[in-house]
């Protein structure tokens, strides 16, 4: 009876306890009116690198350092009540604030000089590098203090851009927040070939460590307008912007990697030039390594099944089988000439692996892999690759835009 009673009184004290703690709150609690959400952040390098840099309590000074512009982007509580009112100009739905230095967190904290709302990063989506800042700094170096920024989301999404990086974080739509809209345009990788799976703060840590060089999805201002180009390639020894991909090109590296969730390729039926429009259900791709003593070669299987979504071609009986097969060859021939085109950039123009041959090397002739991981990439640059594509036309129609 007695162990039953204090049972209940601990059962009791318990149920207490956390309801106290529920009614007190949280200790570090902040008051939303006094934040400023940091959601982008975008570095570009300032071409004088004897730019004037204005220090709290000191007289403006210049630094023979290289310098750059972080330009961070805020959702206040005045921006987000800031649409039109008695007929007046709508205000935008962010506000952008930037500041020059040498050095990241100096930098980020001059903008409490301009700035009247404490910055917080926890719901930061996206950070935007750069051209000619991806090209002069070590990626590992730059990120390093967003890697250590507790507050930094390990989900936020690291992108490059053509030109200068705060561009892309204005837009000519005052209810967009361009932060938000590059999150989402990031979504349409599932439905086609021409941009990269989101590439997060979690993956990045472990592209930059592992030496090898890999690809990061990069995005160009037009007239306010965002859209994405292709990829970005860093090389993996300096970490480092060596050059851009196409989007033709990108859909070559999606084939050869075989990591496509969806996609269209543009074909021309042969007998009367006439396009026909494939759509991807489903593609694999199978890159095998061959070792004979000193020479490395690969072999790359691309299959893919899919439908055809549109076509001009009237002088056929289109659902005749002959058609098919002829639809086939035409989108084998599309996508082998795609892959071919972006291995004649990465291996003799870039001489950089962005398309994982070496981690299949690693992975099915580990030995060798030791031997030729320092160089791997000069290496890569003359390895011969022969590529066979498969594919199959399921049926007719199209799954939506």
Known sequence: ??????????????????????????????????????????????????????????????????LFTITNQFVTSETTGSGAKDGKKQLKAYKNVSETGDAILPTLRNMILKNDKRAFAEHSKVIVLGEDFASAFNLTQTMDFF???????????????????????????????????????????????KILPPMTFAKLEGKLYSGASFLLQS???????????????????????????????????????????????????????QPIIYEVISMKSKITPHVDGNNISFNVKIESEGRIAEHWVLSEKTFDNKFLKKAEKATEKEVERLVKSVLEKIQHEYQ???????????????????????????????????CEVKITIKDYGTSGE
């Open 219 to 273: 995005v160009v201002s037009e007239n306010e307008e965002i859209k994405f180009v292709g990829a970005a390639v860093i090389e993996g020894k300096t970490k480092k912007l060596r050059g851009f991909l196409t989007g033709k090109e990108l859909e070559g590296i999606t084939w050869i990697t075989g990591k496509g969730k969806g996609g269209l390729i543009a074909s021309f039926y042969d007998e009367t030039d």
């Open 352 to 386: 950089t692996d962005v398309s994982e041959f070496g981690t299949r090397l690693r992975i099915e002739h580990p030995k060798v892999w030791k031997k030729v991981k320092k160089d791997w990439d000069q290496i890569f640059s003359e390895v011969p690759i022969q």
């Open 1 to 66: 009876m007695k162990l039953n009673y204090m049972k209940r009184r601990f059962q009791l004290g318990l149920l207490l306890s956390l309801i106290l703690l529920l009614l007190t709150g949280c200790w570090s609690s902040k008051e939303i009116e006094d934040l400023g959400l940091v959601v982008g952040t975008s570095l570009d390098l300032e071409k004088d690198s004897t730019s004037r840099v204005e220090t709290e309590g000191q007289e403006a000074s210049y630094s023979s350092k290289e």
């Open 147 to 193: 890697l250590r920024e507790l507050e930094m989301r390990p989900s936020a999404l690291l992108l490059i851009a053509k030109n200068h990086a705060s561009n892309i974080l204005e837009s000519n739509e005052p209810a967009k927040i361009p932060a938000f809209q590059l999150v989402e345009m990031m979504k349409g990788h599932k439905r086609t070939t």
